[in-house]
């Protein structure tokens, strides 16, 4: 393999870092970049095979002068049309292929690669950065000149085009300031977007590369050259187990501090995008004008007018004295109406607007829930006004939250985003509520307590009720806001634990809850808090669980009597045994009495690769009755046929289905954190709960209820949630109590078992 340097570059340590593949010095910085690409060139210089009319041109990452430790190579060879330009582009790509580089590469006369950047507004971007390396520097000059030249006069028409390509891609990779594990170059805000703040600014349509945009491109170089050499290849999304070593690279203390700097790097270059934007939008349309000459200006709200396509202060209010509520109606109007802030607007009211008192004006308050409540307009509207500092006058607690991020695998946002994202989802259920504004206000606070020791809920309950209380809202109010926060996690918890056929589970939800209005409260609350946590957060079995425990406890409260169990399905109780039936999301067994059917049921439906999400059990007749919910686990729905027959030979006793059950389970254990038992005594009418908490594996539940079994405990119900890689199982031991001796032999077989 070809070595292309000897020389070393100080990495994030101080000690000097070699790239192994090739040769390449590592290290972190811009004398690094700048030394990578030194020597790149040296070597390219090298294995130049040098010919009249020839020039070797480099783009990219090696045309700025920003090589990764292991980034790609792209070069251009530029000929005026010499013969044989084939064979000695061979000849220089195989060597740099052989050396183990990446190299994106093309062949091109001037007038090709010019035809080529005028149908391709990603080629005309990367020829801004055409570098000349090796051959006649005339042929470069002359590619860099015109290239420049033609972007600069047709800028304004491409714009467009690369806008909705920038579009796909954010709606592919997301936002990297509020992801946990983001991709630095692709996501919104990351390296690919200060490329088109570069383009922006050289076609002169404004000053798109400012300081501080500048400081977060080095930032998000530093960051990326850390990765690599953290992983020791090329990648740009920064997941988390590299985290914390590329913040040591960085000298950052920890990962989490490594993503709030991230985050505030990729919104400073999401928000100087918008802003080059929205001035390329003007120049393309023209400023438009009154018969006097000036400035059309249409109001939309109190003291907020519309001028070109932006939102600024009405004359009258720059004029008068500020008023500590304009900040918030102006956010409240760009949000509704779905216009952005213009940037000197957002200036003037971070240096001149006064702080809000305590307790805010009614205005104030009600400019707040109006912003919560416009639905797609409130991020971006949240975020504009978060980067001139608005957001700590209104709310001094968001100074804590800001990209703080999650760890959590169900969660995708960092927790501010994910508090803006849980209100905008609650807007879509205002009308489903008595009180639309406590919903949006509790959305909006209900994880305010994360990030502090302790259960956030139970933390999170009196920081919501003073904020409540300090924009204005009455005590009962307030009190209610902490409610909800000290709440919002009870219904699918109890929904996906507990058998909401038992009289004392929708009793004690009732009695926490305590009214339906609250009730309704929760369970929007509940539906906005899932969709924004995330796909995995949310599924709809979880949602008809949550849907049924609803009924049950408004029943409750509107009538003071609990609901009775509902008796099981006849088809069940009659007819010869064994009953096999199967649903779209249900599998029914009846079978004579036996001690371990619920254990051979669930080995059976882990060997067709169904996930238990609840199973029941029950005795009518001499009869038991085994229903379960389930799942697909890989999406896959079983063969019906195989399936019903392998139940009807397994609840009969056929020893080789359980010898089959028991080889794939002993195959399936699972290696995950050591699990955990919690033991609960007074959560159920007839039976006590055991919780168990372990790693996610397949025929996890048929080995547990084979434990059980063999340790002498009678499973009446079982609930089974999934959290991300681990699951929380609670099975309903019937007895209204269990000797510790006995509770020990269990929780042993159950630990052994997994």
């Not at 062949?107 to 020829?127: C, F, H, I």
């Not at 470069?140 to 920038?166: F, K, M, N, Y």
């Not at 990779?173 to 050289?202: Q, S």
């Not at 509790?442 to 309950?461: N, Q, R, Y």
Request: glycine share 10%; hydrophobic share 45%.
């Amino acid at each position: 393999m070809t070595s292309l340097t000897t020389a070393t570059a100080p990495g994030g340590d101080g000690v000097p870092v070699v790239n192994e593949v090739t040769g390449l010095p590592g290290g972190v910085g811009v004398a690094a970049r700048a030394t990578r690409a030194d020597a790149l060139d040296a070597w390219l210089r090298r294995i130049f095979p040098a010919r009249p009319g020839v020039a070797l041109v480099a783009v990219g990452g090696l045309g700025r002068r920003q090589c990764a430790p292991y980034g790609d190579l792209d070069l251009v060879l530029l000929h005026a049309g010499v013969p044989g330009v084939d064979e000695l582009a061979a000849a220089l790509w195989y060597p740099i292929w052989d050396a183990g580089l990446r190299l994106d590469h093309s062949v091109r006369t001037v007038a090709e690669a010019l035809s080529v950047a005028q149908d391709d507004v990603k080629v005309a971007l990367g020829l801004l950065d055409a570098r000349h390396v090796a051959g006649d520097p005339a042929l470069t000059d002359q590619l860099a000149r015109t290239a420049t030249d033609h972007w600069r006069r047709t800028a304004i028409r491409q714009l467009p085009g690369l806008r909705e390509i920038t579009a796909t891609r954010w709606e592919a990779h997301g936002e990297l300031a509020f992801l946990l594990e983001g991709d630095l170059k692709e996501a919104a805000g990351g390296l690919r977007d200060v490329g088109i703040l570069r383009a922006i600014a050289t076609a002169g349509v404004t000053d798109a590369l400012r300081p501080a945009v500048h400081a977060a491109h080095r930032r998000l170089l530093d960051t990326r050259d850390a990765l690599h050499q953290q992983v020791g290849r090329r990648v740009d999304r920064l997941v988390a187990q590299e985290r914390d070593g590329v913040a040591k690279l960085l000298g950052v203390d920890g990962g989490d501090a490594l993503l709030r700097l991230i985050a505030g790097d990729a919104r400073t270059v999401r928000h100087a995008l918008d802003d080059a934007w929205r001035a390329a939008d003007r120049l393309r349309s023209g400023r438009q004008r009154a018969a006097s000459g000036r400035p059309v200006r249409r109001p939309v709200a109190r003291d907020v007018v519309e001028q070109d396509g932006e939102l600024v202060l009405a004359r009258t209010a720059i004029g008068a004295r500020p008023d500590p509520c304009l900040s918030l109606r102006v956010a409240a109007a760009a949000a509704t109406t779905r216009l952005p802030i213009a940037r000197a607007t957002c200036e003037w009211l971070a240096a001149y607007c006064p702080p809000l008192p305590a307790p805010w004006p009614p205005a104030a308050r009600a400019a707040l829930i109006t912003l919560l409540g416009a639905g797609p307009g409130l991020v971006p509207a949240w975020e504009t006004c978060d980067r001139y500092g608005l957001i700590d006058g209104w709310l001094p607690e968001w100074t804590r939250m800001r990209s703080l991020p999650q760890h959590n695998p169900v969660h995708r946002f960092t927790l501010d985003r994910h508090l803006v994202q849980t209100a905008y989802e609650a807007s879509r259920h205002t009308r489903d509520v008595e009180r639309p504004d406590l919903l949006l206000l509790g959305a909006f606070l209900h994880d305010i307590g994360k990030g502090l020791p302790g259960d956030h809920s139970t933390v999170g309950a009196p920081l919501a009720e003073a904020v409540a209380t300090r924009i204005g809202l009455p005590p009962a109010e307030a009190a209610l806001i902490g409610t909800l926060v000290r709440l919002h996690l009870l219904l699918p918890e109890v929904a996906t634990r507990r058998d909401l056929s038992d009289p004392k589970t929708i009793a004690g939800v009732a009695g926490l809850v305590g009214d339906p209005g609250t009730l309704e409260l929760l369970h929007a609350l509940v539906r906005a808090d899932a969709a924004a946590t995330g796909p995995a957060a949310w599924s709809g079995w979880k949602g008809r669980l949550v849907a049924d425990l609803v009924t049950r406890v408004r029943t409750t409260l509107d009538t003071g009597v609990v609901p009775a169990p509902p008796a099981p399905d006849p088809a069940l109780v009659a007819g010869p045994l064994p009953v096999v039936h199967l649903g779209e999301d249900r599998v029914s067994v009846a079978a004579a009495d036996r001690r371990g059917l619920l254990a051979t049921v669930a080995g059976c439906l882990a060997l067709h690769r169904l996930e238990v999400i609840s199973a029941d059990a029950a005795t009518v007749d001499g009869r038991a009755l085994v229903e379960c919910r389930v799942q697909p686990r890989y999406g896959l729905a079983p063969d019906p046929i195989a399936l019903s027959a392998d139940l009807r030979r397994a609840v009969a006793g056929d020893v080789s289905v359980t010898q089959r059950l028991r080889g794939r389970a002993l195959a399936a254990r699972s290696r995950g954190a050591a699990p955990r038992v919690v033991w609960h005594r007074e959560a159920a009418t007839d039976a006590v709960l055991l919780e168990l908490r372990a790693a996610d594996a397949a025929g996890l539940l048929y080995r547990v209820t084979c434990a059980l079994d063999e340790a002498g405990a009678q499973v009446r119900a079982a609930r089974i949630a999934t959290l991300g890689g681990d699951v929380v199982d609670t099975f309903y031991l019937v007895g209204t109590g269990l000797p510790d001796e006995q509770r020990a032999r269990i929780e042993a077989a159950l630990l052994a078992a997994v």
